[in-house]
């Protein structure tokens, strides 16, 4: 019989805890007693232990989770996230869709962050680009495939930090910490026409495989790799953090729960910050098998997801009346 439990990375060990089946629970825990997320956990500890090594590369029964999910129902995990906070991203989008050297919307939006994305604290900045991932259907975990669908034109990696949430009874949205992530997106169909934007972030993503629950993110550097056959045919240094980006961590979190329905209690967020570097942007096409990773300093071990494409013919799907 298949039980979820939650562990504490003590590497080279997981410590599980007992009587929680989740980190929403958990976290709910934390809301209810007013102690930190880590003292929860601590307090739940016990004494069996697993081997780090042997769950991470899957060689045990047990297998990783996402680092966050809602796990009764994962339409109320909402996976979201702010682009062209880097400078490398806003140049990737500049390359995209320029017409001559004719700054475009992309770099304009970059630019308005520079000049306007960190407000002094109390104050409202201005605005970052939004866009929807999904519900927590779409999150995937340390060594799952991340899908390219039928009707995709591609998929590709983007390395990223993740802000994780939990709306509390209030309405008041809680950080519980921050995970790696990868979010996968069809860049071939975006660079069509950068209206298809929202429709290219429809993919699976993935966060984790650890949560960290007090993270350094001033200035985050990290490092995204792509291995085919075993070996690695692309890598590059990147960074991220509060003062990596464009707009404040403030500034990003305002923009996202100002709105009300963001702020629904007992609702779960994953929240992206915006990738440095992905390799799209230098030509590589990723082909069925290839695994992607994404390593940040202080976030844990890295997350390594591979490429399932699925071939199988498009289908049309209608809309049957009632």
């Not at 994962?74 to 869709?97: E, F, V």
């Not at 604290?121 to 995937?140: C, D, H, M, N, Q």
């Not at 494409?309 to 209608?318: H, L, Q, T, Y």
Request: with cysteine.
């Amino acid at each position: 019989m298949r039980q979820r439990r939650v562990g504490i990375v003590q590497d080279p060990w997981i410590v599980l805890v007992d009587g929680i089946t989740s980190v929403y629970q958990l976290a709910q825990e934390a809301l209810a007693t007013g102690a930190t997320l880590a003292a929860v956990a601590e307090h739940h500890a016990s004494a069996d232990l697993l081997q780090y090594d042997a769950v991470y590369t899957g060689r045990s029964p047990w297998r990783i989770l996402p680092a966050m999910d809602h796990p009764r129902d994962p339409a109320h995990c909402l996976i979201s996230g702010t682009g062209l906070t880097h400078m490398a991203s806003a140049q990737n989008r500049q390359a995209m869709h320029a017409a001559g050297d004719a700054p475009t919307d992309s770099m304009r939006m970059y630019q308005w962050g520079v000049d306007g994305g960190r407000p002094a604290p109390g104050a409202i900045g201005v605005s970052p680009e939004w866009f929807y991932k999904g519900s927590g259907a779409t999150l995937r975990a340390h060594g799952e495939a991340l899908e390219i669908p039928p009707h995709a034109e591609d998929g590709g990696e983007e390395p990223e930090i993740a802000g994780i949430y939990v709306i509390d009874a209030s309405g008041t949205p809680r950080r519980i910490g921050m995970a790696a992530g990868n979010e996968f997106s069809d860049h071939r169909f975006e660079k069509k026409n950068y209206l298809y934007l929202a429709a290219s972030k429809l993919m699976t993503c993935a966060i984790g495989p650890e949560l960290v629950t007090d993270p350094d993110f001033g200035s985050v550097p990290g490092e995204v790799a792509i291995e085919r056959g075993g070996q690695v045919i692309w890598s590059k240094a990147i960074a991220s953090g509060d003062a990596r980006m464009s707009h404040s961590l403030a500034n990003l979190e305002h923009h996202h729960f100002k709105h009300a329905g963001h702020r629904i209690p007992g609702d779960v967020h994953v929240h992206f910050f915006g990738a440095d570097a992905f390799s799209f942007g230098e030509g590589l096409r990723l082909e069925e098998g290839d695994v992607m990773q994404v390593e940040f300093t202080g976030f844990g071990r890295p997350l390594r997801n591979p490429v399932r494409i699925d071939r199988s013919p498009e289908k049309v799907f209608a809309a049957v009346p009632m």
